[in-house]
């Protein structure tokens, strides 16, 4: 049975920090490109950070640049996203998601098929 479960979520204020941990299980974890990807209400799922699945190459959308950083650990079969200077505009549900497609750096929702349940991050004072 193959299982992702995210955890680390919480409260948080403005320009503070937290660390997401999304241990795997059920698949060849080092074949996979693992993501973050992260809903607020009322809108679209969107990719914040991927990873390729040796850990060598990572992307990250524009707005979390500079501030999230995405790790792989294969022999703990777990990915992290450490997430720094928080903004309200963070708030969001947060997934990891797994693929072995080739074109995981573009962080479409429609090429992974792994998923996990999410973790909630809120930012606010």
């Known amino acids: 049975e193959v299982q992702l479960v995210e955890s680390g979520g919480g409260l948080v204020q403005p320009g503070g920090s937290l660390r997401l941990s999304c241990p795997a299980s059920?698949?060849?974890?080092?074949?996979?490109?693992m993501s973050w990807f992260r809903q607020a209400p009322g809108k679209e799922r969107e990719g914040v950070a991927g990873?390729?699945?040796?850990?060598?190459?990572?992307f990250y959308a524009d707005s979390v640049k500079g501030r999230f950083t995405i790790s792989k650990d294969n022999a703990k079969n777990t990915v992290y996203l450490q997430m720094n200077a928080l903004k309200p505009d963070d708030t969001a549900m947060y997934y990891c998601?797994?693929?072995?497609?080739?074109?995981?750096?573009?962080?479409?929702?429609?090429?992974?098929?792994?998923w996990g349940q999410g973790t909630q991050v809120t930012v606010s004072s």
């Open positions: 059920g698949f060849i974890f080092s074949t996979y490109a």
């Open positions: 998601a797994a693929t072995r497609d080739a074109n995981w750096w573009r962080l479409r929702r429609d090429e992974y098929n792994l």
């Open positions: 990873i390729f699945r040796s850990g060598g190459n990572t």
